[in-house]
């Protein structure tokens, strides 16, 4: 194989979809770690649900009150409009972890910080409540064309992480970095790959700091053939990975970094680039 069929069989590329707000109900809660729930949903309008890649996002729609009814939106050029603007849902962007067509089931996992929408409703659901969804609008699809990948990224890219290492082929390896607040949040991953996984723990430290991947990443020994790198964290600390992942060799065209959240806006969700 030639080096430039081997690049193009590299390329990520974009699958679009069409964008629906969905209402579903909580079908199963269970707590995996003490940062960590996962919660299982289901409902008719699943029933076309796509994700086709690891990283692809939905928005959530999160009321104060757990038990507002779901109201659905109108779509106009500006997105989604809410009938009441007084009244209207926060949004957060979550990974879906699983789909399942054959069940119609869709398992989101959830962070549970100290405060916020998102986390006070994981932290109270109970089986029957209903949330509304949208998208996700596209994927961005990376072929599995590499045999190292490299992983890196802090509790709220556990799905994300977690799920591409459960579709990566035997003959692969990789090279895996989560960041989570102690040795009680560490989960089981699951993967074919020959896997390297390095937990990190904040233990008390505040979260969106990048001194203990980047010291981590400073002392490992990378592969010496081309990788691909994958960085999900907090928008400046996901920024500084990227930059020490260049300098240990990582190639820009095969290097993706995003923000997952950000210091005073945990709803951002950024891509990293020059």
């Not at 009441?84 to 054959?102: L, Q």
């Not at 996700?136 to 802090?154: C, E, N, T, W």
């Not at 459960?166 to 090279?175: D, G, R, Y």
């Amino acid at each position: 194989m030639n080096q430039q069929t081997l690049i193009e069989q590299r390329k990520a590329y974009r699958v679009r979809h069409e964008l629906k707000f969905r209402t579903i109900t909580v079908r199963e809660v269970q707590l995996l770690s003490p940062t960590l729930k996962r919660i299982v949903f289901t409902g008719e309008s699943l029933k076309d649900f796509v994700s086709a890649s690891f990283d692809d996002h939905i928005k959530m729609f999160f009321y104060a009150d757990p038990e507002h009814a779901v109201v659905i939106p109108t779509f106009s050029g500006r997105g989604l409009d809410f009938p009441n603007p007084e009244d209207k849902p926060v949004a957060r962007d979550y990974t879906p972890r699983y789909f399942d067509a054959d069940q119609g089931t869709l398992t989101i996992d959830f962070v549970l910080h100290d405060t916020g929408y998102a986390t006070s409703w994981a932290k109270q659901a109970r089986v029957g409540q209903q949330l509304g969804i949208g998208g996700p609008r596209g994927s961005m699809v990376q072929p599995l064309a590499f045999d190292h990948y490299v992983l890196i990224g802090d509790d709220t890219a556990i799905p994300a992480i977690a799920r591409r290492l459960e579709e990566l082929p035997a003959a692969s390896h990789a090279h895996v970095w989560i960041e989570v607040e102690s040795e009680q949040d560490q989960i089981t991953l699951h993967s074919a790959a020959q896997t390297q996984i390095h937990w990190l723990y904040r233990n008390g430290q505040d979260a969106g700091q990048a001194d203990g991947l980047l010291a981590a990443l400073a002392q490992y020994q990378f592969p010496a053939e081309d990788f691909h790198t994958w960085i999900a964290a907090e928008t400046n600390v996901a920024r500084q990975l990227r930059k020490e992942m260049l300098e240990h060799g990582a190639q820009k065209q095969w290097t993706k970094a995003s923000g997952y959240w950000k210091k005073g806006n945990p709803g951002a969700h950024d891509s990293i680039e020059d």
